[in-house]
């Protein structure tokens, strides 16, 4: 079963806020931690948002909200640290792609379940993938406690994530478009499924304010991502078209395993002076945004992207990759474009700098608004709950 839930077929909520009846447990270990990822962000919003309906308790790394309790093991930015170890690295390595990732969900297993079941919840709402499902699984067979589950590694590697995902039995599972919808249906027609776009705080993420001093020379395109050569940003790919507009800046605000890789090409292509990595709390992303004149993440098969709706609030175009995803949450607020032929891409670049784009991109981002995203939440967790009691 599907639903889809926008904005315009919403029921008004009537005094939820003055009665809390149920506890949602939301998983992250990460979050608090890791301040460029788009899973950990969203655990901290969603937990902020739900918090007017529901009792939260958002399960995370460090302190990030006032819902927060620890989740007890070793989050996958400081399992790097131990996986930078050549003997434990060649260990972990025989048994994954990913032993930063798999470190944070086996330590992580233990603390999350015994604060579960100490401190039972009405709904689990486990957000770092297999090792939150593993953990949820667990809770439920003991206590009974429904999952809700956010497909937020989309249909990258051709769905392989989500179908490993769905062997878990999630009570539900919110997806980001039809087409995901449709490749549920199609591995198990009996999932319950929900349709919602991620949100953006309109109200903070806005074209007016306080901007960052970056250094660098105008006009500045801004990305926003994880360094990490393995994974499905692509960033280099945006360094080395940005490197043949020779006018033209380029910044990158995150963090990773490649920092330092990606510092040394920047650096080589366009020079110190129309380069730069920042690293940057949440708190000041919308002055991040600001200082830039336009975005671009040419991601392959990004599962949905927050930085691009946070870009567009700030009023910033976007400069992406071409597919389905894209053309959803971009609309005409910028240009797609086949992003692996990199003159294409740098003429998409130089082409968007030549307009102002500021009230098309606003104007796109309203259509995310968390108080529509955060209702439809509220609407897919109270029915959840009242299913796994009948």
């Not at 937990?47 to 006032?66: D, K, V």
């Not at 920047?266 to 730069?276: M, N, T």
């Not at 671009?296 to 009023?315: K, R």
Request: net charge neutral.
């Amino acid at each position: 079963m599907t639903q889809e839930l926008t904005e315009s077929n919403h029921h008004n909520l009537v005094n939820v806020q003055t009665k809390k009846t149920y506890r949602i447990a939301i998983v992250h270990p990460s979050a608090g931690v890791n301040w460029s990822g788009g899973t950990e962000i969203f655990a901290i919003e969603i937990a902020n948002r739900l918090s007017p309906y529901f009792e939260i308790e958002l399960l995370a790394g460090a302190s990030c909200s006032p819902y927060f309790y620890p989740a007890g093991g070793i989050p996958r930015t400081k399992a790097r640290n131990l996986v930078s170890n050549p003997v434990v690295n060649r260990l972990l390595k025989s048994f994954s792609t990913h032993p930063d990732i798999v470190i944070e969900h086996l330590t992580n297993f233990i603390p999350c379940a015994t604060r579960l079941l100490r401190e039972p919840a009405d709904l689990i709402f486990p957000l770092n993938d297999y090792g939150g499902l593993a953990m949820a699984s667990v809770v439920r067979k003991i206590l009974g406690t429904p999952i809700l589950f956010k497909a937020h590694t989309g249909l990258t590697g051709g769905g392989k994530s989500l179908v490993r995902s769905m062997r878990f039995n999630p009570d539900h599972l919110v997806v980001f478009s039809n087409t995901m919808a449709e490749f549920v249906r199609g591995v198990n027609p009996h999932q319950s499924t929900t349709v919602i776009a991620n949100g953006v705080d309109i109200d903070w993420f806005k074209p007016s304010g306080d901007r960052i001093e970056h250094g660098l020379g105008k006009p500045l395109v801004l990305c926003v991502a994880s360094l990490n050569r393995r994974d499905h940003k692509r960033v280099e790919l945006a360094i080395r078209a940005v490197a043949r507009l020779p006018q033209v800046s380029l910044m990158i605000a995150g963090d990773g395993p490649d920092r330092e890789y990606f510092q040394t090409l920047g650096e080589e292509l366009l020079g110190s002076d129309r380069f730069a990595i920042k690293t940057f709390p949440f708190n000041q992303m919308p002055e991040v945004y600001r200082c830039a004149d336009i975005f671009t993440l040419p991601s392959l098969d990004e599962p949905f992207g927050q930085a691009y709706i946070q870009a567009m609030a700030c009023g910033l175009p976007v400069v992406a990759t071409d597919d389905e995803i894209r053309s959803d949450i971009v609309g005409d607020a910028g240009i797609l474009c086949d992003v692996t032929q990199l003159d294409i891409y740098a003429d998409a670049i130089a082409k968007v700098l030549k307009s102002n784009w500021q009230e098309k991109a606003r104007e796109n981002a309203l259509r995310f608004s968390w108080d529509a995203i955060a209702k439809s939440y509220y609407d897919v967790i109270v029915k959840t709950i009242n299913q796994s009691k009948k």
